[in-house]
C-alpha cells in the first residue's frame, strides 16, 4: 500500500431480466501508509462479520493475495477477466438511473447521491 489504496466491496444482485441490479452492501478501503498485512487481515475480518469466505479480485498482486488471505481464512479468486475488461463490462451500470427505495430517509438518499450517484447503497 505505498501508493494505492485497498478496497473491497460487497455486493449482489436482485431482480431479474431489465430489473435486475447490482446492490452495493457495503464498501471498505484502507489509505496509505499502512501495512498491506494488516489491510488484508482487517478485510478478511469484514468479510467474514458479512459470512463470506470468499473474494474475488484482481490479477495486480500475483500470488501474494492468495497467500495472504489464506492466513486468515479467505479464499481469494483472482477473476477470470482482467480489471480493463472487468471496468468495461461495470462502466453502463454506473451510468443507469438510481432506482429510489423506500429503506432510505431522505438525508441517506441525498448523501448516497452526492458519492455514488449511480449505485446503490444497502445499511445493514
Not at 499502512?34 to 458479512?50: M, V
Not at 482482467?82 to 443507469?96: D, G, I, R, T
Not at 448523501?111 to 450517484?117: E, K, L, N, Y
Request: some cysteine; overall charge positive; proline content about 6%.
Amino acid at each position: 500500500m505505498r501508493s494505492d489504496d485497498f478496497a473491497v466491496a460487497i455486493t449482489n444482485a436482485e431482480g431479474r431480466g431489465e430489473e435486475r441490479s447490482v446492490v452495493l452492501d457495503a464498501l471498505k478501503i484502507w489509505s496509505p501508509p499502512g501495512s498491506p498485512e494488516l489491510a488484508t487481515k482487517q478485510c478478511a475480518e469484514f468479510l467474514k462479520s458479512y459470512g463470506l469466505s470468499s473474494v474475488t479480485g484482481d490479477r495486480y498482486g500475483g500470488e501474494w493475495p492468495v497467500d495472504s488471505f489464506k492466513k486468515y481464512g479467505i479464499r481469494y479468486e483472482p477473476a477470470g477477466q482482467s480489471k480493463s475488461e472487468l471496468y468495461l463490462e461495470a462502466l453502463p451500470l454506473f451510468h443507469e438511473r438510481p432506482r429510489q427505495s423506500s429503506r432510505y430517509s431522505e438525508a441517506d438518499r441525498t448523501a448516497r447521491q452526492s458519492r455514488t450517484p449511480h449505485c446503490t447503497r444497502r445499511t445493514r
